[in-house]
């Protein structure tokens, strides 16, 4: 195969969206969580130290981040669809995560139908927006470009319900009981890291260290850390 090469020596470069609990999240100064342990795995098996760039997600989704080599890698719970594939290369699957409504606990939504004449926060660029743009017509949506003031929105009662992958809203109720996933949409997504279009090098690198350690058991210790009941 070709040579891996990266946009800077030793390093390996990861762009990212913080915060998305508990995929990427800033803890005592320090970015960790679920994508930065794999992103480790691969940086510790190249021999070079990871560095993570916060930038938004629109220019992680779109490609544009990898394109301009800002970054080698795109880590951010990112789901594989076929509209950015045409703009980037996607590594195999290596989470699975699906739509979910999160909303004030006892709140009687049940399906984006009831959300009717009711204001639904989405995150921009993402495959909630998506979802709730096609299953919430009656609903009066409310783009956010951050996790974080989406959901601070809904908790201080600003929306009425929040649509966005399951991982980071059920780590979210769980850490404020007043509030609760209502339902999940099984959209059957899967999160894969992004590489710039072509670069086989670096993908096969990285489908390689997934591989090696779903067999293993790090993947599971890295997932057992972060999903734990
Ligand atoms: N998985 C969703 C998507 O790819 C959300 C990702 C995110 O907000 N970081 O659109």
Redesign the pocket.
Known sequence: GSELSLVEKGKLKTCT?LP?EP?QVRKNNKIVGFDVDLVDLVAEDLKVKQEIVDTP?EG??TGEDLNTRKCDIAA????I?PVREKNLDFSDSYFE?TQALLAKKGAPYRSLADLKGKRLGV?Q?????VYGRKHAPGATKVQFED?ALLLTNLKTGQLDAVV??NG?LLDYAKKNPELAVAAEFRTG?Q?GFGVQTGNDALREEVNKVLKKAKADGRYDRIYRKWFSA
């Open positions: 969206h998305y995929f997600f992680i989704q951010a719970g990112m789901t669809t995560a995150q660029g993402t495959t909630g927006e996790l966005h992958d980071v997504e999160y």
